[in-house]
């Protein structure tokens, strides 16, 4: 996968597009990216798909994969003709949206892998935490961390 340091985030011409795979496919040794993750879809994100897409149809990306893409637009994507293999998203005994939300049916329907994340809600229900006292901020050490310590108190599990 290509790293987090080349988010095409930001990215629109579709010559930037081409440039970073085509650097990133010099320091590699497979000719195509498999899967190429993009993030979650603004309006800037869907030019770099639809880029993409071209360069999947060349070729150059094998499988494009998406990062917590909601099922509207998912359904969006798909309905536009765009092929995507996978959809990354959090999944943990306490997070089911994916379940709940018929993301997880409508994906398997459509041939959409799902990649979950935060299965283990960053280490909260490892041996590191289970059944220790509640932590305090200085023992989240990273934005991570406090981001799941906020989701387990709202769910109140």
Not at 4 to 28: A, D, F, Q
Not at 126 to 147: D, F, I, M, T, Y
Request: charged share 20%; proline share 4%.
């Amino acid at each position: 996968m290509l790293s987090t340091s080349h988010s095409l985030e930001w990215v629109k011409p579709r010559l930037v597009c081409y440039n970073i795979i085509s650097g990133n496919m010099r320091t590699r040794t497979t000719c195509k990216f498999s899967p190429f993750p993009l993030m979650t879809p603004t309006k800037d994100s869907r030019q770099n798909l639809y880029h993409l897409s071209n360069l999947q149809t060349t070729g150059k990306i094998h499988h494009l994969g998406l990062t917590n893409t909601d099922l509207p637009h998912l359904r969006l994507l798909k309905s536009s003709g765009f092929t995507i293999a996978t959809n990354q998203v959090s999944i943990s005994l306490l997070d089911r949206r994916v379940e709940k939300g018929g993301m997880g049916q409508w994906c398997f329907e459509n041939g959409i892998g799902l990649l979950g994340y935060g299965t283990l809600l960053g280490g909260f229900i490892s041996e590191k935490w289970v059944g220790k006292p509640q932590p305090g901020e200085k023992e989240l050490e990273n934005w991570s961390l406090k981001k799941y310590k906020r989701f387990i108190d709202a769910t109140g599990e």
